[in-house]
């Protein structure tokens, strides 16, 4: 099967890339709020007069979700999919009410003050199991649970062309040789995720943020995925076993993995926000074995 995937994400911190078959078209997750009219001007580009068929969200944070209404507006008949867990945190009006805040202070940050304000929209109009099978045109794909990350995690497995769109609860990679661990509700539970993708027969894998990595440089990232989990677990809680606290911690997670191009797909709102859930989690699920 002949694929294309383009990155169509209108800053470094979005998360959004159009594939395209010989008969259909997908987006795998669509970016931020302040930029998802501007993702949808570059998807408009690419597809000209064709449609937009389907838009695959892998979890329900607010740097791979908040496009897709804006995204609606010119594809009001493209069919929005998440797991199901994730579209009833979409229907909770105090989880939109987080992913507009972090949404509004990273806007800023990035000098976009005055856009349309669309986060109440936010929905999934199918939603989807672990096993599932979601048909777009001559594309099928099978929706793999990888929690970890959230609870809401989902892959989805393109079976013909060997193409996993991955999620984050593998971890953020720069492409080279960093991969940041991103456990935010169960350490054994990611772990099981990690292992889980490295039973799936792999030709090239999407990486959220990043971009289309080969066969090799997939095995070597969950490879590097798992082997870095376990690592800084277990510098945290020798960390904190020697008497340091929670916040130096965090500071060291954040010494140990911020910088290069984790900085450009890393919101540092995000980013302290997660390490500080992290840290947490730690404490909560190894430290009290």
């Known amino acids: 099967m002949n694929i294309t995937v383009t990155n169509v994400k209108a800053n ?11 008969t259909g078209a997908v987006l795998c997750d669509t970016g931020f709020a302040f930029t998802g009219e501007q993702i949808a001007q570059n998807i408009r580009a690419k597809l000209l007069d064709k449609p937009l068929d389907m838009i695959l969200l892998t979890h329900s944070h607010y740097d791979h979700v908040l496009g897709a209404p804006y995204i609606k507006k010119y594809y009001p008949d493209c069919k929005i999919v998440a797991g199901e867990y994730a579209g009833k945190i979409f229907a909770k009006p105090s989880a939109r009410a987080v992913m507009r805040d972090l949404d509004r202070k990273f806007a800023t940050k990035c000098g976009a003050f005055d856009y349309e304000d669309l986060i109440d ?14 048909k777009c045109k001559d594309m099928t794909f099978r929706v793999i649970a990888l929690p ?11 079976e013909e062309a060997k193409l996993l769109l991955s999620t984050e609860t593998i971890g953020v990679f720069d492409g080279e040789s960093t991969v940041v661990p991103s456990y935010l509700v169960g350490y054994d539970m990611t772990l099981k995720s990690i292992e889980r993708a490295r039973t799936i027969d792999i030709d090239k894998m999407l990486v959220p943020h990043m971009g289309v990595i080969d066969r090799d440089t997939a095995a070597f990232y969950l490879d590097e995925a798992k082997r870095s989990a376990e690592e800084t677990c277990q510098e ?40 500080n859930i992290m840290v947490s989690l730690i404490e909560k699920e190894l430290m009290s074995r």
């Open 236 to 275: 945290i809680i020798t960390l904190l076993e020697s008497g340091k606290t929670h916040d130096d911690a965090v500071e060291y997670f954040k010494n140990k993995f911020y910088h290069g191009k984790i900085v450009e797909a890393y919101p540092i709102d995000a980013m302290m926000l997660n390490t």
């Open 121 to 134: 929209e936010l929905c999934a109009d199918v939603t989807v199991n672990d096993g599932e099978i979601v």
């Open 12 to 22: 470094p911190g979005d998360s959004a890339f159009l594939i395209e078959s010989e």
């Open 148 to 158: 970890g990350h959230t609870k809401c995690s989902v892959a989805y497995y393109l």
